[in-house]
């Protein structure tokens, strides 16, 4: 089936220590999302990407990197810059930007 | 921001229509309707949208009123699988999502 894998679905990461989420997709689309979810909260972009090789920054994208060498490949690096890493990160993609977003299932991200 | 109002939470008898409302008085006229939901520690998963016409899918159908500043997005028959958190949101096609807080859906047997 198509759809979006998030992997790991939950995850620890020590202090000071860089951790990278996976999210692939096989639903050919170009656009890819991330976003962040904390307790009772709404969705924040973190960082976004609408095309191969191309990402722009989000609304909180301090202490997050991305890259974007394949299609369907968006993966999300939590820095040790990142000073509150604990929360529910969420990948999306769309056929493009004006599209509706598909979501994957979530990584839960907590420091030990 | 978002530009949407939502009540914090609704309940809803299984097998009767839930009709969730959300207020969006300074939309302009480029800007979608769009509704998401979320059920617990998942992903939202898409449902509608729509510009001015009302809009029916297999899920839901989408109440827009004529001066576009509110809306209803209408579950004909809820059933337990469709306790939720639902995402009302504006936006015109090429801007970001944006998520508020949404409505809490309690469909109860």
């Known amino acids: 089936d198509g759809g979006i894998t998030q992997s790991p679905k939950y995850l620890f990461r020590k202090e000071g220590q860089n951790v990278t989420l996976s999210c692939e997709q096989n639903l050919n689309h170009d656009a890819m999302y991330w976003y962040r979810q904390d307790p009772g909260q709404g969705l924040r972009l973190i960082y976004y990407s609408q095309i191969v090789n191309d990402f722009q920054k989000g609304d909180i994208a301090e202490g997050y990197s991305v890259s974007r060498e394949k299609k369907e490949s968006f993966p999300l690096t939590v820095t040790s810059a990142q000073k509150n890493p604990t929360a529910f990160y969420l990948c999306?993609?769309?056929?493009?930007?004006?599209?509706?977003?598909?979501f994957g299932d979530g990584t839960r991200l907590s420091i030990l | 921001d978002a530009k949407t109002t939502q009540p914090t939470s609704m309940d809803c008898a299984e097998g009767r229509a839930a009709n969730l409302p959300c207020n969006h008085s300074t939309i302009s006229g480029n800007e979608y309707v769009y509704w998401y939901r979320q059920i617990h520690s998942q992903g939202p998963q898409y449902i509608i949208h729509g510009l001015k016409n009302n809009e029916t899918n297999e899920m839901a159908s989408l109440i827009i009123t004529e001066d576009r500043k509110s809306s209803t997005l209408i579950l004909p028959h809820a059933t337990l699988r469709d306790t939720a958190v639902y995402y009302c949101?504006?936006?015109?096609?090429?801007?970001?999502?944006?998520f508020g807080t949404g409505t809490r859906l309690q469909v109860f047997p």
């Open positions: 999306a993609s769309s056929l493009g930007p004006t599209q509706p977003q598909h």
């Open positions: 949101i504006v936006r015109a096609l090429t801007d970001k999502l944006i």
